[in-house]
């Protein structure tokens, strides 16, 4: 088994000299409320590491080209699957894979990672391999049904000091069948950076039905219940996506193709400088926040915990910007548990939902009557929230077409961005001193209509916070090699749009602006 990572002394020396000394110290607590130091404006030379990453050769050998999903299951691929022993690591770090074959199978292994690579979508870092692949148990249901696999590994890895911040793909070949599926993990670093791109994926693991309908979501009465008592483990591997579209590679990737790597592509594509960090990196080590001039939350990033919640708004108060290219983004919280050998930060469980009480959102899922209802408005750090109906659909609407974020693109108010906004966005936007709508509409689904705004807030020290107000936000940037659109849910996304690129790229340039 992996053994848990641990500080190096030139890392708590680090730690020590920008956060001070104190917040090291075993019992030390300065505060409930993390109050992480202001780093200031970043005089450093922009790095080139994403542009040099990206001029390397690329290849589609990623993409996999034979898949298949059990009948009885609806999500599973049991030929071939696994999952890691980490949901992030950094250079040094050992992770190890864990796979299992039904039948037995010799299976291989190649690692590669996401990213623009002239528009190949990947790099290929490795391949390992020849593995003799068996058939590992199916975990008991525990209590709160929860399913730990707790599986042999295939290998231990130990990630390279070269290997660049990024979503990592290992693509699991049969040798037998042929069939393929990923196991999926991220690489971060500690430098200083332009921009932190936030996976979601405490948002994956809750969506997660492998085996078969024990997610976050499913009891014994409801295949989609939104109340307490469920766990999930990161133990697992990710079945099929189960909501909106037919997505192929989403077996043991997530929900990195559906909502994320569009971002994450087209960024890179123009060599932003961007590392990337798990939702567990904003749990477990919220002064890493700080590193950043912004924090991008992207697609369907709908689970957070007090702690996450409390260090993006300290970072705010800090000093970063944030930009929520997100929808549904804070709505359920959450309760993290470590596994059953003892690494932190394994299990997720559901124990209330942010914000006030919605009578429309709410009477969507019943079960949410039972939850306590004494989280924070997620409102007051987004700029908008989670309202009913929650779902639909809707075009992304101009409503101050004079303002710096619409500059050149041609927009006049209410010209729209066909479909952009969905599957879930934010409306009922915060009272927050300076907040400003700068699009706003009405959605549509068969869960009947609602309105979604599209804001911006000023920092307390001269840093911003944008609310783009859908999951779709990607699909308006890059069409990855792969990537499946989504349905129409009220409305349907077009796919890259030049506006969209010229408002992101106004927003984005904005913000190294007010970080130096």
Known sequence: MTRPTKKTRREVLNAMANFGAAALLPGVVSSPLPAFADQGKFSRKRSQLIRRENKKPGTREWILTKTAITPDTKYRCPFIEGYASHTSVSAGDIISFHVSCNPHSKFVIDLYRS????????????????????????????????????????????????????????????????????????????????????????????????????????NEESVWYWGAGVDVSFDRPYGKYCQIFDAPLTTGSGEWFCWELPIAYWMESLGYDVSYCSNIDTH??????????????????????????????????????????????????????????????????RVDRFGPRDKIGDNLFHSMETLPRTAPNEANIIGARSTGPVVGGADYICHQPDHWLFAGSGM?????????????????????????????????????????????????????????????????????????????????????????????????????????
């Not at 199916?138 to 070269?162: F, H, S, V, Y």
């Not at 793909?169 to 971060?188: D, H, N, R, W």
């Not at 859908?470 to 349905?487: I, K, M, Q």
Request: charged share 20%.
């Open 115 to 218: 990213g623009y690579y002239s528009g190949d979508g990947a790099r290929k870092i490795a391949h390992l391999g020849t593995f003799a692949g068996k058939t590992q148990d199916d975990p008991e249901i525990g209590k709160n049904r929860l399913r730990e696999c707790q599986w042999a590994p295939c290998l231990e890895l130990t990630i390279e000091d070269d290997w660049v911040s990024g979503v990592y793909l290992a693509k699991l070949t049969s040798l037998e069948t042929g069939m393929q599926s990923y196991i999926t993990f991220i690489v971060k670093d500690d430098r200083k950076v332009d921009f932190l791109f936030q996976c979601s994926d405490t948002t994956w693991s809750a969506y997660n039905r492998w085996p078969s309908q024990y997610s976050l979501y499913d």
């Open 412 to 516: 006049k108010k209410g010209d729209s961005i066909p479909g952009l906004v969905g599957w879930e966005w934010h409306g009922d936007p915060a009272e927050i001193p300076g907040l400003e709508i700068v699009a706003t509409g009405t959605t549509n689904s068969g869960a009947g209509s609602g309105t979604y705004t599209s804001t911006l807030y000023p920092g307390p020290k001269d840093n911003l916070v944008f609310n783009a107000s859908t999951c779709w936000w990607g699909d308006g940037l890059s069409e990855p090699p792969g990537y499946v659109r989504p349905a129409a849910h009220g409305a349907s996304p077009l796919g890259p749009d030049r506006r969209v690129q010229v408002i992101t790229t106004n927003l984005l340039n904005h913000f190294k602006s007010l970080r130096g």
């Open 284 to 349: 477990a080590h919220g002064e890493d926040l700080m590193r950043a001039g912004t924090l991008i939350s992207v697609g369907h990033d709908e689970y957070y915990s007090m702690e996450m919640f409390d260090n993006v708004r300290a970072a705010i108060r800090g000093g970063i910007n944030v930009a929520f290219l997100s929808g549904n983004t804070c709505c359920g919280l959450l309760e993290m548990k470590s596994s059953s050998d003892g690494r932190p930060n394994r299990i997720i469980s």
